[in-house]
């Protein structure tokens, strides 16, 4: 700066009490690992060797060290009360109340951890006072202060941040000399800690991590950056900070800083993108700085191709290790322009579209905030997704963007009109697969509706425009009364459920239960849901298009609502075809790939079985009399039923020339579904996802078994639950319903467990994979219906 230096007045935390909250990504990686590691400590319990082991090495301290690991203990408890103590005195009750809450909390996950490895309930004012009642797993007196030590922490500067730290890590290690708990149990306690206090940020929100606009000034002042009047403008996608100000000639200024959480936030962005998108989104690089250069590297090259842009003025970073790029311009976005966005500028957008697409960059976020106009041109802003390596893909999703972008400023004709001028009739024709919500980023996605813009209604409005046809779209059960249909589905749904409950022998059930294994019970029932995953698995392997994940994986969860009211090939099947329909596919390839994903499932079981009931050692013993002739006559009905309708069809010739006529028109569409599969990937995704589905069903049964008392080899498994899901297919019961009971009940009990056992067995495990998805596959229904997937 011209001025004198900034000089930052002392201070205890690093945010003023009026900064804005929010949610950071950093807590969400503290969370789930925490989450995670902390429940394979409590399945794990009690101590096995190695803690054993760890325990004795402990206890081989000389006892002289005893008061020096007690004072490092207390050394903790003392922090955490200064620092609550500090939060009171410095008036920041909000952060105060955060640590309280997340001393109560903590309290109750750990009384919880203790009540599921002791078996009963402990003290709980024992427990929270470190009394001699106090249990040895979890270490709840570290747990506590860990906890407010964790919540108030990230508030302070830095140099209180890492002493906290510090004083956390070594009041760890004291703990571990003074035997309150055992070595696991500490260990759990510290996990505690890090849950307790990441989950009440994300509940509340917080503002660590955000830079004051003092901090920004003495980053700036740091890269000679002069500048004035610093206002804060936005928080970015991606967590960084946007700030506003002047330069001392009048210029505008555009600071983005990447703080201490930045990272994190787009490592969740770069993980939520792979896990929900099949394209994984913006590159992840390595560190804040490679992202300030990338974002600099790409609004030069973009300047160097004549397109309007903000000038780079300084790309680095700070001792306080802030990442900050510098950007000099003014921009006005298209979301502030209200009426003098003319037919020139919108072709303008397209032109600099061309421009930019011709440089081999892709933008990847085009919404009215980073359209502008820039210089009395139309321009881009925010290069911080782009990609200098785009696929056809990439580049269609831009041109998709745009139209819609323009569609919520001068209305669909007039934007769908510019979007043919600048692209060709058989431009446009080719990027109408794209004109879905699918390609949209969640700002444009809330501009459309802000903007009353039905995504689905302007693709077919630029069909028509273009003289392309558009896809009919199969009704799936009468969709069109759609709460009419959930409401029977919901019904139907219930009554399944009371029709299987009240032939349960509840009295059979708790005996089966007396002596149950309650960790791997909770282990099963988390392990029966994971199947849905390898499921979205098979189905990308399915369909030749790129389809993402997310909505795939959602699609799966509302197949499983649907199980409850139809047989569960037909539900599949129905639900797949007309998710594909949506995503852009056409009626002859949707009705392919859904056929292609349901029929591998059923082939993949066939094949498995006979392998195993071939080559394996089963040790399985049935006793199955010869089917009753109720049974025979009903499948000979069927099997006469068939054949006369295909009698039927071929000797009409209004149902014979409809056929064949069909078949000319889907035949090459058809062919090329079927060709995808001769892509490795494609194969390779769908052998995968139904191998380890069926693998996943057969070890959550197991884990279910082990619970109760048997071991039940991984073959006899297989044979066990895929010859019944074989069984359960052809018979038309919705979710084969009795069926599939029955059958599991004796495979087990052929396996070696007792009645009572594996009919308890059997009945926790359809509850997991069966009755329990729905609740959730309910409302992924509704949100693939809100989304537009279904």
Partial sequence: MTGPRIVRSWRVFSSSPDDERFRRA????????????LAILVAAYPPGRFERAVGALLRAIPGWLDPAGAFLYDLLVATAIALAVTALVARRFLILLQA??????????AVIAARIVLGHWPDVADAAWGGPGSPRFPGIRLAESAA???????????????????????????????????????????????VAAAGVRLVFGTSAGLPGLDDVAASLDELRVPVEHLELADRDRAGVVVVRGRRPDGRGLLVKVYGRDAYDNQLVEKFWHTLWYRDPGPGLRLSRRQAVEHEALVTLLAAGAAIETLDVVRAGTTTGDDALLVLSGEARPLADIEHDLDDARV????????????????????????IAMIGGE?????????????????????????VVATATRVGTERALEAAVAALGRDGVASLLPYLQLAALEDRLRQETRAAGIDVDALREQAAVLV???EPAVVQLRRVTWRSLLETGLLLLAALAILSFGTGIDYEQFRTGLQNASWAWIAAGFVVAQAPRLTQSVATLGSVAADLRFGPVYAMQLASGYMNLALPSGVARLAVTIRFFQRQGI?????????????????VVQAIILALLLVFSESTLSFSVGAPSTQVVVLIAVVVALLVLALVVAALIRRTRELVTTRLRQWWPEVRAALGALRSSDKLALLLFGTVATEVLFAFALGMFAFGLGTRVSLTDLLVINIGVSLLSTFIPVPG????????????????????ESALAAVLLYRVAVFYLPPAWGFFALRWLQRKRYL
């Fill in 148 to 194: 407010v030590v964790l919540a108030i922490s990230p508030h302070l500067i830095q140099p209180l941040q890492r002493a906290s730290r510090w004083v956390l890590a070594v009041g760890f290690v004291g703990a571990l000399t003074v035997e309150v708990a055992t070595p696991s149990g500490y260990v759990a306690g510290l996990l505690i800690a890090v």
């Fill in 100 to 109: 309280l809450a997340s001393v109560l909390l903590a309290l109750l996950v």
């Fill in 347 to 370: 072709a303008g957008a397209w032109r600099a579209l061309a421009r930019l697409h011709d440089a081999n960059i892709a933008h990847r976020r085009l919404d009215t905030s980073t």
């Fill in 736 to 755: 084969g319903i009795g069926v599939t009971e029955l059958g599991l009940t004796v495979g087990l009990v052929a396996a070696g467990m007792s009645e």
């Fill in 378 to 402: 139309v321009g881009f802003l925010d290069y911080g997704g782009a990609t200098t390596t785009p696929t056809d893909a990439h580049l269609q999703t831009d041109r998709a963007q745009l």
């Fill in 26 to 37: 950093t807590d969400i990686l503290l969370l789930v690992p925490a989450f995670v590691g």
């Fill in 586 to 602: 056409t009626a002859a390839a949707a009705v392919t790939s859904g056929a292609i994903d349901s029929l591998a499932s059923t």
């Fill in 467 to 469: 003289g392309e046809e």
